[in-house]
């Protein structure tokens, strides 16, 4: 039987795992980057979240599974590609790390090392990838920047991630949303954003510090009149926005909403 026959079987079975559920998982994680949406994101995706966040997958296996979706395999397969289907693979292996941190905040299990294994790898992978498609005809989501913005979305709520940690989470997303090559049109900004709330909610800086990082977006803008210039522009406007809208409904950060309102020639 095929893997998205055996899939298609376990979804319409509300998800129950069989006796071989980790072979299953090993099996999934050779096709996590399939071209076919359905069995990609319908069936592989939707299982490993029911799975790993059910408690169906042991400790010891999600750590197997973790050590197998860093490598260069799967979070960097081919990476430096663009417009190909390599994306994929990438995109939906860092997309198993939020589930692997999620099931880590509930029962802790991951060791110190595995911790800076996923923060070292994720910067890395996020600096390299250079394929920004969110929606691909025929073939689904991409989504390479929102995927990876939800991985330090769970990064930033470990405690074991210390400042100077979520710093380099800002700095990540600073330079992810200056992009040049493309206009996010997926709300890549808002899955960014969402990542920039949980550094905020550690409550390890001030809000000067908040405001300097803010403005510091400036520094990175291309001044000339180009297409990327223009890209750049759009993008920075529509996170400042999302972010400025998001801290307003939280009602907190009053400084930071203010700093974002006078920089409303970007919003």
């Known amino acids: 039987m095929s893997l998205k026959k055996k899939l298609l079987s376990i979804k319409s079975n509300d998800f129950e795992a069989p006796p071989n559920a980790f072979e299953l998982a090993l099996e999934m994680t050779s096709s996590i980057g399939s071209p076919d949406p359905q069995l990609r994101d319908e069936l592989i995706y939707s299982v490993f979240s029911k ?3 059910d408690g169906v997958l042991s400790p010891k296996e999600m750590s197997k599974l973790l050590t197998i979706i ?20 990438r995109s939906f292996s860092v997309l198993l790390i939020p589930l692997i941190l999620i099931a880590h905040k509930n029962n802790p299990f991951l060791k110190g090392e595995e911790i800076l294994q ?4 994720l910067f890395k992978y996020i ?12 073939k689904g989501w991409a989504h390479a920047t929102a995927h990876a913005a939800d991985a330090l979305d769970d990064l930033a709520q470990c405690l074991e991630i210390e400042k100077a940690d979520l710093q ?6 600073r330079v992810k949303i200056t992009v040049t090559q493309t206009t996010y049109l997926h709300e890549e900004d808002e899955r960014m954003v969402t990542a920039v709330l949980s550094v905020l909610n550690r409550e390890v800086f001030t809000s ?6 803010i403005k510091s977006f400036f ?6 009149f ?5 890209a750049q522009k759009i993008n920075v406007k529509n996170f400042f926005r999302s972010l400025y809208y998001r801290l307003h409904e939280q009602g907190k950060y009053p400084t930071i909403i203010q700093t974002l309102f006078n920089l409303s020639k970007y919003s």
């Open 70 to 89: 860093l490598n260069d395999q799967h979070l960097f397969y081919r990476i430096g590609e663009t417009g190909t289907d390599s994306v994929f693979t």
């Open 51 to 53: 799975w790993i966040l």
């Open 226 to 230: 180009s297409i990327g210039s223009y």
């Open 219 to 224: 520094d990175q803008l291309d001044d000339d």
């Open 118 to 121: 996923i923060k070292e790898n």
């Open 208 to 213: 000067d510090e908040i405001d300097l990082w």
């Open 168 to 173: 380099k989470i800002l700095d990540v997303v």
């Open 127 to 138: 600096a390299q990838e250079i394929d920004l498609r969110g929606y691909v005809d025929g």
